[in-house]
């Protein structure tokens, strides 16, 4: 039968750190820019098991992680190493799985037949210790019928675990487990769930109708996911850069349209830049908005055919942007801390179109 085999690369950033610094071993260990160097608005970008024991989380602002593990050891990111390393751990999957999936710089998907769930754990962990063995890295594998409960067995078996989901075993395995185990459930839906006596997955398979109806696409995915029967896993690339983004996070949280507009023309013309450099092209852009209570939201649009250059990314940035805000200034009316300008849905450029201006006129 076809299993999905979904890897997580256990707080990749600092065990890439540790990897080249074996003092850092066993130490509290959080990559991100370091609070004692000066005030920063920084957040954690990654946090070993030893710091997260104390409360540290990805995403924290720097400060506040620097005051919940004060002895924590800050190491500076090196973005073009957890960059390489990531791709030659790619490079070895693809080795060892028909199909690879790459989803972010830590994670991938991989599907392989096997005959039962004793020989696709045994692949499974023989991965798993071949990673540890050739870049030193430790590593969660999640194995089943489907992506989605693939990615919650990762959750579960870390860290450096393997967790095997039978399909027959599905909905047990998940009944306990709170929503939000669920990708792509978030505290507003967790807060609308809970209003109808709904916490754990198992649950789910009781959701009143009228629920699943105002969750939409969703509802019908948890409802199906709880009795172990998740929709079918998207088709997708088997590699190829999925996304690229740019973003900047403001010394002070601001409000001010012109000061948001500015930055995402800045970053516009930033990511054309690298995207350039690349040879992609995008046909989706995005801007996501991180507001000064750390919710974060985000809008996107397809374009029609693909797309390179800054000037149809600025504008269509700018465009989204403003939504964003106008939305937002119907609700809380918050102040934005960081903006992201993304690009997605790439593909290699193959030939550079000519404009017409080009040609000669012809009289």
């Known amino acids: 039968m076809r299993w999905v085999f979904y890897l997580d690369l256990d707080a990749y950033y600092v065990s890439c750190e540790r990897r080249d610094r074996p003092e850092l071993e066993g130490q509290p260990v959080i990559v991100g820019p370091d609070p004692k160097l000066g005030p920063t608005r920084g957040v954690v970008l990654s946090a070993s098991y030893e710091a997260r024991k104390n409360g540290v989380h990805s995403a924290m602002p720097a400060s506040r992680a620097a005051q919940l593990c004060p002895e924590a050891i800050w190491v500076a990111p090196d973005f073009e190493k957890y960059s390489r390393v990531s791709e030659e751990v790619?490079?070895?999957?693809?080795?060892?799985?028909?199909?690879?999936?790459?989803?972010?710089?830590?994670?991938?998907?991989?599907?392989?037949?096997?005959?039962?769930?004793?020989?696709?754990?045994?692949?499974?962990?023989?991965?798993?210790?071949?990673?540890?063995s050739t870049f030193r890295l430790p590593c969660s594998i999640g194995v089943a019928a489907h992506r989605t409960v693939a990615k919650i067995a990762t959750d579960e078996a870390k860290p450096a675990g393997?967790?095997?989901?039978?399909?027959?075993?599905?909905?047990?395995?998940?009944?306990?487990?709170?929503?939000?185990?669920?990708?792509?459930?978030?505290?507003?839906?967790?807060e609308l769930l809970a209003e109808?006596?709904?916490?754990?997955?198992?649950?789910?398979?009781?959701?009143?109708?009228?629920?699943?109806?105002?969750?939409?696409?969703?509802?019908?995915?948890?409802?199906?996911?709880?009795?172990?029967?998740?929709?079918?896993?998207?088709?997708?690339?088997?590699?190829?850069?999925?996304?690229?983004?740019?973003?900047?996070?403001?010394?002070?949280?601001?409000?001010?349209?012109?000061?948001?507009?500015?930055?995402?023309?800045?970053?516009?013309?930033?990511?054309?830049?690298?995207?350039?450099?690349?040879?992609?092209?995008?046909?989706?852009?995005?801007?996501?908005?991180?507001?000064?209570?750390?919710?974060?939201?985000?809008?996107?649009?397809?374009?029609?055919?693909?797309?390179?250059?800054?000037?149809?990314?600025?504008?269509?940035?700018?465009r989204l942007l403003r939504e964003l805000v106008r939305a937002e200034r119907a609700g809380q009316a918050r102040r934005v801390r960081t903006l992201s300008v993304g690009a997605e849905r790439l593909s290699e450029r193959v030939g550079r179109p000519v404009p017409l201006d080009s040609f000669p006129s012809v009289k």
């Open 90 to 132: 790619r490079g070895l999957l693809r080795t060892r799985f028909e199909k690879v999936v790459p989803l972010s710089i830590d994670e991938a998907a991989m599907q392989a037949e096997y005959p039962d769930a004793a020989s696709a754990e045994a692949r499974a962990r023989a991965v798993q210790e071949e990673i540890r």
């Open 162 to 190: 393997v967790k095997v989901v039978p399909p027959d075993a599905a909905a047990d395995f998940l009944a306990p487990l709170s929503v939000r185990s669920i990708p792509g459930v978030g505290p507003k839906t967790e």
């Open 196 to 318: 109808v006596g709904v916490h754990r997955i198992g649950e789910l398979r009781s959701l009143p109708p009228a629920v699943r109806r105002r969750l939409g696409h969703l509802g019908e995915e948890l409802y199906r996911l709880a009795r172990g029967e998740p929709l079918a896993d998207p088709e997708e690339e088997e590699s190829g850069p999925r996304s690229r983004s740019a973003d900047r996070t403001f010394f002070e949280d601001t409000s001010d349209v012109a000061i948001l507009e500015a930055a995402a023309s800045a970053l516009s013309e930033e990511l054309a830049g690298s995207l350039a450099k690349e040879r992609l092209t995008y046909r989706t852009v995005s801007v996501g908005l991180r507001w000064e209570d750390f919710q974060r939201t985000q809008r996107s649009r397809t374009l029609p055919g693909n797309q390179e250059g800054p000037e149809g990314l600025r504008t269509e940035a700018i």
